[in-house]
């Protein structure tokens, strides 16, 4: 039998040649940073090869890139759905932005994704605007419907002074709207490069 190096339990050959390598599930959660459900869902949907190893779950290393742009696509499709929304002066609810992101509201792992897409979009938008674009996403098609509890703790994070729920959402909702109605163009909306 032929002895092979090994480094850290798997083969040499793995490190050298990328195609070869494996990353653990875990570690494609932090690289790509996005949650375990985005991951596992991508690895069904495109049938992505999971091996054992050790008791744990290993992926192929250039399936980091598909989960990236995977996540990526899902996180464009909801933000249309809120510009359009916001260009109406309107809102959108958790439903809409699921089903645009190619998600089942229903199911609990996917709820925790659309949870994450709401995260990163709040981000984004803060970053480029100072805003939250997420605030006209609701519960229910109602404006006195409230959005899940993890919005505001996204908010917090980002530097937002959150007193009182309803009065943030309304302000933050009239500052969308606002902007949104401003930001039309004769070609149509256009996102600041």
């Known amino acids: 039998m032929i002895e092979r190096?090994?480094?850290?339990?798997?083969?040499e050959a793995w490190l050298n040649y990328s195609d070869l390598s494996l990353v653990p599930i875990r570690a494609a959660v932090v690289s790509c940073d996005v949650t375990e459900a985005i991951v596992e869902k991508?690895?069904?949907?495109n049938k992505?090869?999971?091996?054992?190893?050790?008791?744990?779950?290993l992926i192929p290393h250039k399936s980091l890139l598909l989960i990236?742009?995977?996540y990526e696509k899902q996180v464009?499709?909801?933000r249309n759905v809120l510009e359009n929304a916001a260009r109406r002066r309107s809102i959108a609810t958790y439903r809409?932005?699921?089903?645009?992101?190619?998600?089942?509201?229903?199911?609990?792992g996917d709820k925790r994704i659309l949870s994450k897409i709401i995260e990163s979009?709040?981000?984004?938008?803060?970053?480029?605007?100072?805003?939250?674009?997420?605030?006209?996403?609701r519960r229910t098609n109602s404006m006195a419907s409230m959005p899940p509890e993890n919005f505001f703790i996204v908010a917090d994070r980002l530097g937002y002074k959150v007193d009182n729920d309803k009065d943030f959402l309304s302000a933050q909702t009239?500052?969308?709207?606002?902007?949104?109605?401003?930001?039309?163009?004769?070609?149509?909306y256009q996102r600041p490069t």
């Open 68 to 70: 990236r742009k995977s």
């Open 5 to 11: 190096e090994t480094v850290h339990g798997a083969p």
């Open 174 to 188: 009239q500052k969308v709207w606002n902007f949104h109605c401003r930001c039309r163009f004769p070609n149509g």
């Open 96 to 108: 809409h932005l699921a089903e645009a992101a190619g998600l089942t509201y229903q199911v609990t």
């Open 76 to 78: 464009e499709a909801a």
């Open 42 to 45: 991508v690895v069904a949907l």
């Open 121 to 137: 979009l709040c981000k984004e938008t803060h970053d480029e605007y100072s805003m939250l674009l997420p605030a006209l996403a």
């Open 48 to 57: 992505v090869p999971v091996i054992e190893h050790g008791g744990e779950r």
